[in-house]
């Protein structure tokens, strides 16, 4: 069935480095991904999102990156700091139309620690 | 603008309990969902609303779970009765249409069943 999931559960790594957020995704159908950061005790808070006829979109300090020959996502981000720790989804769209237009599915999620 | 209001934040009940929980999305958004987000998981979707009708409640456990957005702009999601297995994280989320595919969610409301 269709399935979202992470390489890595758990990603440590120390203020200022770079990080990157693996994700591989099984529906060769999916037209549009997100990543989504959650904190804790909040909701997940959109970061960037890509279209399926693109492989790379940037925004402020992340990157997106789409591979789809191996139905794979990665979530970079640049200079990261200790208020990027949180939960990282990424999320994957499978549905062309009709009336579930807009459902997406999550994956499991990767911890990001930040270490001052 | 104001985000999805989401209450109560936290709730815990005994199993066979009823609860409801309620939610506010953002002024104007026409789409209203609700997720269900186990500890260690990634949200998943019960149910979906347009506006005051139900577009999608595949994954709805319809035997237990009812949700409903009368006027189409608060929505209210019930559990009756509760099992174990329901302990996990509400979340509430609206967009404008069904069309937009980026969510804003609410804080959700942490269920604890015991």
């Known amino acids: 069935g269709e399935s979202v999931g992470l390489h890595l559960p758990t990603l440590s790594v120390q203020e200022g480095d770079n990080s990157i957020i693996n994700c591989a995704y099984s529906n060769s159908a999916s037209d549009y991904f997100i990543w989504y950061k959650q904190e804790s005790g909040k909701g997940p808070q959109f970061i960037i999102d890509?279209?399926?006829?693109?492989d790379k979109r940037q925004g402020q300090r992340v990157t997106v990156l789409l591979n789809k020959t191996v139905k794979h996502l990665s979530l970079q981000i640049a200079a990261t700091q200790p208020g990027d720790s949180a939960v990282y989804f990424c999320a994957e769209n499978s549905d062309a139309g009709g009336t579930s237009y807009g459902k997406l599915t999550f994956g499991q999620g990767t911890i990001l620690t930040v270490h001052p | 603008e104001a985000g999805v209001a989401q209450s109560p934040r936290y709730k815990i009940i005994e199993k066979r309990q009823s609860v409801a929980f309620w939610c506010n999305p953002i002024s104007g958004h026409a789409t209203l969902y609700w997720y269900q987000q186990i500890l260690g998981q990634g949200p998943k979707l019960l149910i979906q609303f347009q506006n005051n009708g139900v577009v999608d409640d595949s994954q709805l456990p319809k035997d237990r779970f009812s949700a409903e957005r009368l006027k189409g702009v608060d929505s209210t999601l019930k559990i009756q009765p509760a099992k174990l297995e329901d302990s996990a994280v509400y979340l509430c989320?609206?967009?404008?249409?069904?069309?937009?595919?980026?969510?804003?969610f609410g804080p959700g409301t942490r269920l604890t069943v015991t």
């Open positions: 890509i279209r399926s006829n693109m």
């Open positions: 989320a609206s967009s404008p249409q069904a069309a937009t595919l980026t969510k804003y």
